[in-house]
């Protein structure tokens, strides 16, 4: 390949993964890795303003590794690293914030949010877009993969950067954000969009009966199974996400048809999710039963990064007259 873009993205360990992000977001990722130099990494720095627990940071941050596995990471083509194997951030953090303002940052939707709710903020929810954008200009990356709710940061970052460059001199390239066309927009089983936060998900990777618990449990009207169904309701919706243009035809055929009840929808929903996950569910198997291996592919990513990340930050010091010089 000629010149592969770079691209950057970070998770944050928050549990177990969903429909919503497979198909809205990791999916896409992952098929970056295709044409591109991709560098993914697991933000444990940014978890601390969220979870403080030890042993439950480290499991979290385990379980976003084997969940990029699973769903087909190739560590001989994608860089993964944990963040706090790479402490460079926080010294380019610190770089960055001596240019942000205060007013840039008050205007940051965590931040926001948790004022407005009439909670208290740490510094650390103050700060977090300035080491997001520390995370992203380390790399000098083309492409930033994120959700929609995100590109306010990457606008934060891009405005760091040119801070920095005209203060000191042109060092960061500015990020763009890339918001996946072919994302789908996953309803959960309520009808709302699918997420962690109103219990309405569909988990990839939880026990068949968790899984069999929610597909069971998608909201339906009270249409008589004789009648036609709409295929634009939630239950279609999902059941869509796992066929091909010719089955949903046929689908679409069947409900107008009238006597296709939604529990047989949900049946085949059913088999289908855990057909359409099994192989992935199999490869995260494998790779939890051996978590050195795991470590190891974690440290190889670290040093892979540094190799990228380091001649950017020793960029800025030098930019900015930190060091002997
Ligand atoms: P949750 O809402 O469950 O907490 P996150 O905010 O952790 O999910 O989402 C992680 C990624 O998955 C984000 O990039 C987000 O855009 C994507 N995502 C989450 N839920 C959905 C959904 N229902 N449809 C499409 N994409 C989603
Ligand atoms: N803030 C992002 C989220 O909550 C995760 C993240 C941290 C990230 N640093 C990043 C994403 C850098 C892209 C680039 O989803």
Known sequence: MANPKRVLSGTQPSGDLHLGNYFGALRQYIALQEDHETVYFI??????????????????????????LACGLDPARSVLYRQSDLPEVCE????????????????????????????SADHGLFAYPVLMAADILIFNPDLVPVGRDQKQHIEMARDMAQRFNSTYREVFKLPEPFIPEDAAA????????????YG????????????????????????????????GTVVFQLWNLFANAEEREEMKTRAQAGGLGYGDVKKDLLARVLDFF??????????????????????????????????????AREASGLGRG
């Open 278 to 315: 099994g192989p992935m569910r199999e490869r995260r198997e494998d790779w939890e039963k051996r978590p050195d291996d795991l470590e190891d592919l974690l440290a190889d990513g670290a040093k892979r990064a540094r190799a990228i990340a380091g001649p950017v930050l020793e960029a």
């Open 200 to 231: 309405n998900t569909i988990p990839m990777f939880a026990a068949n009966k968790a899984i069999k618990k929610s597909v069971m449990g998608i909201v339906t009207d009270s249409t008589p199974v004789e009648d036609p169904k709409d295929t």
């Open 43 to 68: 933000a444990d720095y940014h978890s601390m303003n969220s979870v403080r627990d030890s042993a439950e940071r480290r499991n979290l941050c385990r379980s976003v590794a084997l969940d990029y």
């Open 186 to 197: 996953v309803p959960g089983t309520d009808g709302r969009k699918m997420s962690k936060t």
């Open 92 to 119: 380019l953090s610190w770089i960055l914030s001596t240019l942000t303002p205060m007013g840039l940052l008050e205007r940051a939707h965590a931040y926001k949010d948790k004022v407005a709710q009439g909670q």
